[in-house]
């Protein structure tokens, strides 16, 4: 199984700071990666995948990067909208695996 | 617009069975690989099972192997989850979740999710 770990757990910024968060693949998922938000009491909703391409309708301050192993999700200027726990997700192998999200708090 | 609607979760005591719905509406359904995925409350997200468009392929978490199963009704545009041998660690808000598929081609991420059913276990 790839284990997908995600750091930190939890993320305090500002509004309009930058965010970056990272997930690990335990192997490689090649960019087979996507990103969710969850904001409290809704369902997931997908903003990245690919390891970079933005879903339909994700503002532009949402970005992601990096193959392999190592990837980051970047919010260039956090909204207050942006608060809200995200999680990365492999589709390379199966199972089909989660990482155990990051918090993003207002600081 | 694309919906995902679960249904069929409630209290169950531990050993006990349960089937999940979920009812899609607004795309072809038939076109699609569907997917259940389970979030323990305040916890993470654990993805369950994976059915293709013509029920041709089948995939299962080890974690649910042999006590749940995954069918369709592409007639009814529904996905179900038959959950048997439940266990209070089965305690979760179950989503049922659409692959991406385009050009005759599918990937396992998933979009949109549904607003999710929960399941408790417990005598």
């Known amino acids: 199984e790839t284990v997908m770990t995600q750091s930190p757990g939890t993320l305090s910024v500002s509004p309009g700071e930058r965010a970056t968060l990272s997930c690990r693949a335990s192997?490689?998922?090649?960019?087979?990666l996507a990103w969710y938000q969850q904001k409290p009491g809704q369902s997931p909703s997908l903003l990245i995948y690919?390891?970079?391409t933005r879903a339909t309708g994700i503002p532009a301050r949402f970005s992601g990067s990096g193959s392999g192993t190592e990837f980051t999700l970047t919010i260039s200027s956090l909204q207050s909208e942006d608060f809200a726990v995200y999680y990365c997700q492999q589709y390379n192998n199966w199972p089909l695996t989660f990482g155990g999200g990051t918090k993003v708090e207002i600081k | 617009d694309v919906q995902l609607v679960e249904s069929g979760g409630g209290l169950v005591q531990p050993g006990g069975s349960l089937r999940l719905s979920c009812a899609a509406s607004g795309f072809t359904f038939s076109s699609y690989n569907m997917n259940w995925v389970r979030q323990v409350p305040g916890k993470g997200l654990e993805w369950l099972s994976y059915i293709s468009s013509s029920s041709s392929s089948i995939n299962y978490a080890d974690s649910v192997r042999g006590r749940f199963t995954i069918s369709r009704d592409n007639a009814k545009n529904s996905v179900y989850l038959q959950m048997n041998d439940l266990r209070a660690e089965d305690t979760a808000v179950y989503y049922c979740?659409?692959?991406?598929?385009?050009?005759?081609?599918?990937?396992?991420?998933?979009?949109?999710w549904g607003q999710g059913t929960l399941v408790t276990v417990s005598s």
């Open positions: 192997q490689s998922v090649s960019s087979n």
């Open positions: 690919g390891a970079s």
């Open positions: 979740a659409r692959d991406f598929c385009s050009g005759g081609r599918c990937y396992e991420w998933f979009d949109p």
